[in-house]
């Protein structure tokens, strides 16, 4: 009996839990805050600070939106000068009440007056029968090909229809100027006339700017069997010579003396015209014709004959060092104080420094000597000046500063 009682008592000291001291009483519960609604959409949770790129990152978008913004502002700042290029606007008519001024020739000079003339203050009429400008200085480069005719070519018409008051232009010849009555007289030369192709107009001014011609010395054959290198007829003629002799030496039977001859090159004239014509004639034998004719490239000689002591007399003493030597290096014969005497159709006939005469065979010369520089000789009638600006070179722009000085005087 006393063992089943006390096996009692033990079960139950088992089963009951032991005391927690760190409990909290039976009197105290645990409570959880619960947020409500409204707290929670007060008050919201907090969001992660902001994405900031790196300071590389900023150049590049900065560098971006500036380029972006350049190109925009680009492409329209040339759309609006394309535009207004080829669309240059109204001009105005000619003023009875203002002065007419005539200018004869689209060369340099003309040309140089034209770009700086305030045509609102004149009547402004253009006498030329060429109706565009030509920049003589690249007809070497045409002569062998490098450039096309067009690309060295500005119309007249350009020049004048950018201008504040319209200005007339005129493809004929001048073939008399009255300085006392004022009058020009011209005529149609083109190969298409219409029924009236000469006429006289009366002038205020008169800009004597026709050019000069080239100056030959009066030397037999220099006129009938040179080809001159000072219009654009000039420089496509030499072109089409200088491929003829080509094509004529490659013939089957030429001897070899025959095709050293053929393709003798002899320029004349070491000022810049003929020392320019050389080095592209040079160019052209290196870069072209050794792959179109490699038969031919070692036969072409080129030879340069002037009268002075040096080529480019204009020039500084080191430019003409420097020439000399690049030519001597390129294979190009420099003849200096040799005088051209004769021109014949398969040779040229040279003095020589030592006084000898010399023939020498070539299959074509070229004529870049010196031209005629007409002297500066206004005529006068009363108050008015017939102004000569026919130097056909840059220096003709001075001239034509002079000459509008002279306007302004009046």
Known sequence: MHAVRARAQVGRRLSTPRPNHHAL??????????????????QPLATPPPYRPSRWQRFLAFTGKVTLITVGAGAGLFYYIAHKDRTPGIQLPHDPSKKTLVILGSGWGATSLLNSLDTSEYNVFVISPRNYFLFTPLLPSVAVGTL???????????????????????????????????????????????????TTMKYDYLVYAVGAETQTFNIPGVREHACFMKELDDAENMQRRFLDCLESAAFPGQSKEEVDRMLHMVVVGGGPTGVELSGELHDFLEEDLRSWYPELANHIKITLVEALPSVLPMFSKQLIDYTESTFKEAKIDILTKTMVKEIKEKSVVLQMPDKSIKEVPCGMVVWAAVRADPSYNPYVCGAERVMNLDRATPSAKSRATSWRSCLQTR
């Not at 039976?26 to 929670?40: D, F, G, M, N, Y």
């Open 25 to 42: 009483p039976l009197h105290q519960s645990v409570r959880i805050p619960k947020r409500l609604a409204s707290t929670e959409s007060q």
């Open 148 to 198: 096309s005719p067009r690309s060295i070519l500005q119309p007249t018409r350009y020049v004048t229809r950018h201008k504040d008051r319209d200005v007339a232009v005129i493809e004929a010849s001048a073939t008399d100027v009255d300085p006392f009555s004022k009058t020009v007289t011209f005529k149609d030369t083109s190969e298409v006339q219409g029924l009236v192709s000469a």
